[in-house]
């Protein structure tokens, strides 16, 4: 971070208790990843509670998002870098073929059940609820502004040769 002065920012060690004043020497590495933990740990409990995953969530929504179904591979190949290894879509389309919530069209495309879109309409309502608790006492220009402060680190590092 450069300030006003044109110079460069201390990085701290990481302080869960640090005080506002101290923030901007803080890593964004450990805070970024303790919201990414609790955000996702937070979602993942209350889904497990009615016995569905994120990625099975994620993999209702994509066959649903679209004009058109998409197939197997498609789905497998758009939610594999979110997931946490390489094989976890195809065992989740598996699991929702198994659970009735998932069919394969004569064109081989992916469609949801009347079960599976039960399940993405209740899962939906879920996550927005879960959504405002998230993000309570932050409006949305807060979190359109941390949206945008974190995508321009991406771009910074990307734009820097990193991964």
């Known amino acids: 971070m450069r300030l006003r002065n044109d110079t460069t920012t201390d990085q701290a060690p990481a302080d869960p208790a640090a005080t506002d004043d ?3 020497t803080q890593p964004i590495g450990y805070w970024s990843g303790l919201a990414h933990a609790a955000v996702t740990g937070h979602l993942r409990d209350a889904m497990a509670r009615i016995d569905v ?47 009735g919530w998932l069919r394969i069209d004569a064109g081989q495309r992916l469609q949801l059940t009347d079960a599976g879109e039960a399940a993405r309409v209740r899962l939906r309502e879920l996550v927005t609820e879960l959504r405002a608790v998230v993000h309570e006492g932050i409006s949305d220009e807060e979190y359109v502004a941390t949206l945008k402060v974190l995508r321009r680190m991406v771009a910074n590092v990307e734009d820097n040769g990193g991964s």
Not at 58 to 67: E, K, M, S
Not at 68 to 92: K, S, Y
């Open 53 to 99: 995953t994120q990625p099975q969530y994620w993999v209702l929504n994509r066959v649903n998002a679209g004009p058109a179904a998409p197939n197997r591979e498609e789905v497998v190949i758009q939610l594999t870098p979110l997931a946490d290894g390489p094989h976890e879509i195809a065992r989740v389309i598996d699991q929702l073929f198994h659970r």
């Open 22 to 24: 101290m923030l901007a």
